[in-house]
């Protein structure tokens, strides 16, 4: 059974910082699979944020995001980061790591996710 644990939401200022972490255990392993962060605030669809192909190679990111986010992940401890630098109010959300069964493509895509955490509270205040 694959399970997925976020940690390191919180609240901040804006222009603060936040690293998210997900813990992978069960049959899985960030090496082979492709891994991927996502949010959604109140009334809105759940969004790609940041995804990462099978063992770390490309990443991609929502343009809402880039040059801000960083995603990463430590194949030996089966842990997915999301560096989160200069916070806006938009990025309020909770956010959810997921995991996919094969090659997700588009990689931000919530339905190619098969696995999903139970999502940690981002909140950024102006």
């Known amino acids: 059974q694959v399970q997925l644990v976020e940690s390191g939401g919180g609240s901040v200022q804006a222009g603060g910082s936040l690293r998210l972490s997900c813990a992978a255990s069960?049959?899985?392993?960030?090496?082979?699979?492709?891994m991927g962060w996502f949010r959604q605030a109140p009334g809105k669809e759940r969004e790609g944020v940041a995804a990462?192909?099978?063992?770390?190679?490309?990443?991609y990111y929502a343009d809402s995001v880039k040059g801000r986010f960083n995603i990463s992940q430590d194949n030996a401890k089966n842990t997915l980061y999301l560096q989160m630098d200069s916070l806006k109010p938009e990025d309020t959300a909770m956010y959810y790591c997921?995991?996919?069964?094969?090659?997700?493509?588009?990689?931000?895509?919530?339905?190619?996710?098969?696995?999903w955490g139970q999502g940690t509270q981002v909140t950024v205040s102006s």
């Open positions: 997921a995991a996919s069964n094969r090659f997700a493509w588009p990689m931000l895509s919530p339905t190619e996710y098969r696995y």
């Open positions: 069960g049959y899985t392993s960030t090496n082979s699979r492709s």
């Open positions: 990462i192909w099978p063992g770390g190679g490309m990443a």
